[in-house]
């Protein structure tokens, strides 16, 4: 089976939560409370989620790629301003950017697998608004450096927690650092709802807004919906009943989750140390959620053989999430522009986008192979190793396999 640990844990918790749902018949976000056995399972997963992080306030979202949107549109990011992002990142960090008419530039990433702060000064221009670190594969990004940076050039951080719920750094839950945090519970994230995200801040102002634009303009839970008092022109990114229901048990199943994520992670990786020419990517904080473990070798065609044998591919070959596997990005093409005839329209942009425009990038991902630990996901690379219900035998195994694998290059 495929998908990130949460959609192996799910049990009674997650049944008896949706049952109440399908049981009070009111699939919708809104409702009064104790009124026609309303459940308020939404509101109660984005108190609990916020508590749980540590923001002020949490608006439950119908993507991350969603709640990436209202992260942006809360900043008021929009036509002509800059926004750096890395180059390895899944799609949507740099395509919700195109789609509010902003400029993603493209930032290499460093050892980690997250943004290098070393390169990111250099991108920086009087356009630039904003930076957005992406924890990815669960490990925070140099916090301290970026958050340096953007203090010193006026700049917003929206941090991409999508890959990294509940992950921390320096004891502050990840997204609760920068102005505004976004995350992700689709099937292969830390924990799911099938689809769905939210939004973190602690800022009032923010999170109106990214409440307004989630939901058609209204203030936060739609009180003051009367005419007249609608803030911006919103979307709709609401998340349903059913959703929250499984979103508000596996929140509760999170921190517990990660405990055992580390636990076999470490058993894993303990296993796999002093190997010759092989390495593991640096990790920022231990709170990352140890979703992945990262195998980094000394040369790419160490990589290269290490997955023929082992039937997977280096993290450059593995698809969706490396910048040079972005045709629509590379080519500039939306969905709608000046006099759109439906032949390919292309968004403006301040800078131009090319293959193998980030080497330190491309070098770092030629050499890198995911090894699952509980997010099973081809679509990241991992396509083998363990996950989180692996016993101590089968990571054992899979550790020797591993070992064997690498003695034989
Ligand atoms: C998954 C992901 C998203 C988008 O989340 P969806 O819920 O699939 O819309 C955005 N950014 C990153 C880094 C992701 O991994």
């Known amino acids: 089976m495929a998908g990130g640990p949460g959609s192996y844990v799910f049990g009674a918790e997650e049944k008896k939560e949706l049952m109440d749902v399908i049981e009070s018949g009111n699939l919708f976000r809104y409702g009064s409370p104790g009124v026609d056995g309303f459940q308020a399972k939404v509101a109660t997963f984005e108190t609990e989620m916020a508590e749980r992080l540590g923001h002020k306030h ?123 945090g976004a995350y992700s519970l689709n099937v292969f994230k830390t924990i799911t709802s099938g689809d769905g995200g939210f939004v973190g801040t602690s800022d009032l102002n923010l999170y109106e807004r990214a409440f307004g634009f989630h939901d058609q ?10 005419v007249g008092r609608r803030s911006i022109v919103g979307m709709n990114m609401r998340m349903n009943e059913l959703s929250g229901a499984v ?90 522009g000046a006099n759109c005839p439906y032949d390919c329209p292309r968004f403006e942009s301040t800078v131009e986008y090319h293959k193998h425009m980030l080497p330190q990038t491309d070098d770092i991902l030629d050499r890198a192979v995911n090894i699952s630990v509980g997010v099973v996901d081809k679509g990241l690379g991992s396509g ?11 990571i054992d195994a899979e550790a020797t396999r591993i070992r064997a694998v690498v003695a034989a290059l």
């Open 58 to 180: 949490v608006v439950a979202t119908s993507s991350g790629t969603g709640a990436l949107m209202c992260c942006l549109a809360a900043l008021g990011i929009g036509a002509g301003d800059e926004v750096i992002v890395p180059g390895y990142t899944f799609i949507a960090s740099i395509s919700t950017i195109i789609l509010m008419n902003a400029i993603p530039v493209l930032a290499e990433i460093d050892e980690s697998l997250t943004i290098d702060p070393t390169r990111i000064e250099e991108l920086i221009t009087p356009r630039t608004k904003a930076i957005m670190p992406v924890h990815m594969l669960g490990n925070p990004c140099d916090m301290d450096a970026i958050m340096a940076i953007a203090k010193k050039h006026n700049l917003y951080v929206i941090e991409d927690c999508c890959q990294a719920v509940g992950a921390s750094y320096r004891g502050r839950r990840c997204g609760t650092i920068g102005d505004i």
């Open 247 to 336: 979103a508000l048990a596996q929140g509760r199943k999170l921190d517990g989750m990660l405990d055992t994520l580390r636990t076999k992670k470490k058993r894993l990786k303990d296993q796999l140390q002093g190997l010759p020419g092989l390495g593991f990517r640096s990790i920022n904080d231990e709170g990352e959620c140890a979703t992945l473990l990262t195998l980094l070798f000394d040369t790419a065609e160490r990589a290269a053989k290490f997955c023929e044998a082992m039937g997977t591919a280096p993290i450059s070959n593995s698809g969706w999430h490396v910048y040079n596997n972005m045709e629509q990005i590379l080519n500039k093409v939306t969905a709608s």
């Open 217 to 226: 303009g209204h203030k936060p839970r739609r009180m003051g919906v009367e």
């Open 384 to 394: 083998c190793g363990i996950n989180i219900n692996s016993s101590e035998a089968e």
